[in-house]
Nanobody, 116 residues
């Protein structure tokens, strides 16, 4: 059974940085494109970054130039380095494959709050 376990969130001031981690099990990690998603209060979940096993990275929306996605295939782990954080980045962050798997595949996510 697939499992995504996100960690690393927290409260940070505007302009600060955080690094999120996601441990993945139950799938052949190296065969899947992985993504980081986020869901802000009252909004739909959105994809913010994705990375292929070969290292091709795509960024979506306002995170371009501020966020960096990376992955460690032997460790089945994907990371999201977030710099220059803004209050609009406040959300619950999730990882999943890209495109995502079924509704029941989502983990609990990790809360990121950007506030002074």
């Amino acid at each position: 059974q697939v499992q995504f376990v996100e960690s690393g969130g927290g409260l940070v001031k505007p302009g600060g940085s955080l690094t999120l981690s996601c441990a993945v099990s139950g799938i052949t990690f190296s065969s899947n494109r992985m993504g980081w998603y986020r869901q802000a209060p009252g909004k739909q979940r959105e994809l913010v970054a994705s990375a292929s096993s070969g290292g091709v990275r795509i960024y979506y929306g306002s995170v371009q130039g501020r966020f960096t996605i990376s992955r460690d295939n032997p460790k089945n782990t994907v990371y999201l380095q977030m710099n220059s954080l803004k209050p609009d980045d406040t959300a619950v962050y999730y990882c999943n494959t890209s495109p995502s798997m079924g509704t029941s595949s989502w983990g609990r996510g990790t809360q990121v709050t950007v506030s002074s």
